[in-house]
T-cell receptor
Framework: NAGVTQTPKFQVLKTGQSMTLQCAQD?????MSWYRQDPGMGLRLIHY???????DQGEVPNGYNVSRSTTEDFPLRLLSAAPSQTSVYFC?????????????FGQGTRLTVV | GEDVEQSLFLSVREGDSSVINCTYT??????LYWYKQEPGAGLQLLTY?????DMKQDQRLTVLLNKKDKHLSLRIADTQTGDSAIYFC??????????FGKGTTLSVSS
């Protein structure tokens, strides 16, 4: 099992560019989510998905789109990058067993928007 | 709304006990969690506690839960330099997404 794989690990974008952060998991987890981590702000939920074909907004969804066409993949799209989107992005997949939710995180994507 | 609060920094000496505190808002959370983030890595589940329990012990880790005050703490006994990391408490949000606190950076000096 590779777990949760995020690509790329680092990215620099110019303001206004678009890009997609990839996230794949091979654990057959139904639940996947995207967080951004900023200094002093902790992790904030951007979007999440409870299964293929179902997505919903988290705390900070503006400027980001997601889709979930398969169980394995949950890409995060930045349509028009802004400097405020400079952050470290984490993808997580989760499963629930007897109501305990364990989230498995990718290694993160460090994004800089100039 | 949901909000999880933690102090941002804690500094201890090797061998001492560390206590990291957290307050949460969602009393409907069935479980509460502690995650650990080592430098340059994602978060990993450290331990969790069922909301009907007051205490859970797991080797060097002790989790205390005061449900009335919505206060959660993590005690690390005999803290080692390898325990230096950021510790996040988390409650359950919508769709099994977790709501994390801002994280407490634990610094252990030898």
């Amino acid at each position: 099992n590779a777990g949760v794989t995020q690509t790329p690990k680092f990215q620099v974008l110019k303001t206004g560019q678009s890009m997609t952060l990839q996230c794949a998991q091979d654990m057959n987890h139904e639940y996947m989510s995207w967080y951004r981590q900023d200094p002093g702000m902790g992790l904030r939920l951007i979007h999440y998905s409870v299964g293929a074909g179902i997505t919903d907004q988290g705390e900070v969804p503006n400027g980001y789109n997601v889709s979930r066409s398969t169980t394995e993949d949950f890409p995060l799209r930045l349509l028009s990058a802004a400097p405020s989107q400079t952050s470290v992005y984490f993808c997580a997949s989760s499963y629930s067993f007897r109501q305990i939710t364990e989230a498995f995180f990718g290694q993160g994507t460090r994004l800089t928007v100039v | 709304g949901e909000d999880v609060e933690q102090s941002l920094f804690l500094s201890v000496r090797e061998g001492d006990s560390s206590v990291i505190n957290c307050t949460y808002t969602d009393s409907s959370s069935t479980y509460l969690y502690w995650y650990k983030q080592e430098p340059g890595a994602g978060l990993q589940l450290l331990t969790y506690i069922f909301s009907n329990m007051d205490m859970k012990q797991d080797q060097r880790l002790t989790v205390l839960l005061n449900k009335k005050d919505k206060h959660l703490s993590l005690r690390i006994a005999d803290t080692q330099t390898g325990d230096s990391a950021i510790y996040f408490c988390a409650e359950e949000g919508a769709g099994t997404a977790l709501i994390f606190g801002k994280g407490t950076t634990l610094s252990v000096s030898s």
